[in-house]
């Protein structure tokens, strides 16, 4: 077997962290043209475990996924949609990319292949802060700084499991030629 790999002199850029709506193929459609259109960006959509229990090495980690719940659900109820709000994570692969994905510059990739994101309104906004405590003045940027801080908390109670315990999963969408296999029959 062969491998080949390439070995950058810096590390890899940290994705921006945002929050889209699929809730119906369209969305799906149009999230899955954006991924397969842009040069620039890296897509990749994960599920949040909010069970606190399991997270049980971080107290801050775990009270923190115990509220995502509730912050999601009343997003879904005061935007009027059938779906919880999905997590995606964008990161900037272009060669001269920076040690941060542009959460705003990732957000309007988005937004111009008509993906459905939870735009900056003040309603999210108060949600999101009352909720989840983040700070930030408008919507994109609150959720990015949440999500990377949550995601760093992450990586670090990942490297305290049990091997062959537990396992996470992603599914970067760049790659998928349509929606088909996530249809129901």
Do not use: C
């Amino acid at each position: 077997t062969e491998f080949l790999y390439t070995v950058y002199s810096k590390p890899e850029t940290k994705p921006a962290v945002l929050l889209m709506w699929l809730n119906n193929e369209q969305d799906f459609d149009n999230f899955l043209i954006a991924t397969q259109k842009t040069k620039k960006f890296s897509f990749m959509v994960n599920q949040a475990i909010s069970n606190p229990s399991f997270w049980s090495g971080n107290s801050a980690l775990r009270s923190v996924m115990a509220s995502l719940p509730l912050a999601m659900k009343l997003l879904k109820i005061l935007n009027k949609k059938s779906g919880y709000p999905v997590q995606v994570m964008v990161t900037d692969i272009r060669p001269d990319a920076g040690e941060f994905t542009d959460p705003i510059e990732a957000e309007k990739e988005l937004i111009d292949n008509n993906v459905d994101v939870v735009l900056n309104n003040w309603l999210d906004l108060k949600i999101l802060t009352m909720f989840l405590g983040i700070s930030g003045n408008s919507v994109t940027t609150g959720i990015n700084q949440f999500g990377l801080a949550v995601y760093e908390a992450i990586e670090k109670e990942q490297e305290g499991w049990k091997a062959n315990f537990y396992s996470s999963s992603s599914l970067n969408f760049g790659s998928l030629a349509s929606h088909y296999p996530f249809q129901q029959e």
